[in-house]
């Protein structure tokens, strides 16, 4: 158990609908990263918040977007959804900025779009 | 940018039979590295990770890995596999500059035959 929680575990959504994915982080941390795992490939680095802010972001487009709140929670939006989107979404939340802190993953959601 | 191989898609070992788990990386520095481990419906969990010092790398499980610069390989090992360690297994290379720049190789699914 790494104390990270995702919600919900599935969802199913059809093209051009929107969605909102949910993380709780561990206590104490101030970092979450999101994934996207595509079914049969490695976790592709979607971005990262800092204390609220976005603080980097992989080669995704605009309509995926992000919150994260002070009680450690944070979001995952996005807008006008596409087959491709269809994928396991990961948080991983860290203590702090340093490289070589552990992330912690969540179980995931899997999201399925038609 | 960082980027991750892993050669082998599936592997299968029996039981109490050795394991190694290849993974070649691209970076131009040391890079900090890392092996996670995936179950069937869980998130990531982090096996070992190498920043510094010591090539010889001792994880959770009974797993550990050999960083070797001029292969640049960091390969997984472990001496005597249980039915309990079939899963997907993911090499990933941090940016030491940039915190939130994990590259993930696309994992070795590991089947253990009785």
């Known amino acids: 158990e790494t104390g990270v929680t995702q919600s919900p575990t599935h969802l199913i959504k059809t093209r051009g609908q929107q969605v909102t994915l949910r993380c709780s982080s561990q206590?104490?941390?101030?970092?979450v990263s999101w994934y996207q795992q595509a079914l049969g490939q490695g976790p592709q680095f979607i971005f990262q918040y800092y204390r609220e802010e976005e603080n980097g972001r992989g080669n995704f487009p605009p309509r995926f977007s992000g919150l994260q709140f002070p009680n450690y929670s944070s979001e995952l939006n996005v807008n006008a959804l596409e087959l491709d989107d269809s994928a396991l979404y990961l948080c991983?939340?860290?203590?702090?900025?340093?490289?070589?802190?552990?992330?912690?993953f969540g179980p995931g959601t899997r999201l399925t779009v038609l | 940018a960082q980027s991750v191989t892993q050669p082998d898609i599936h592997i299968t070992v029996s039981e109490g039979a050795s394991l190694e788990l290849r993974c070649n990386y691209s970076?131009?520095?040391?890079?900090?590295l890392f092996w996670y481990v995936q179950s069937p419906g869980q998130g990531l969990q982090l096996l070992l990770k190498y920043f510094s010092g010591d090539t010889l790398v001792q994880g959770i499980k009974g797993f550990e890995a050999e960083f070797k610069r001029s292969q640049s390989s960091f390969n997984l090992r472990k001496p005597s596999v249980h039915w309990s360690d079939a899963a997907e297994y993911f090499c990933?290379?941090?940016?030491?500059?940039?915190?939130?720049?994990?590259?993930f190789g696309a994992g070795t699914r590991l089947t253990v035959k009785p």
């Open positions: 206590s104490g941390h101030n970092t």
């Open positions: 990933a290379v941090g940016d030491r500059y940039n915190n939130n720049d994990m590259r």
């Open positions: 991983a939340s860290s203590p702090g900025q340093n490289p070589t802190d552990t992330q912690y």
């Open positions: 970076y131009g520095a040391t890079p900090y």
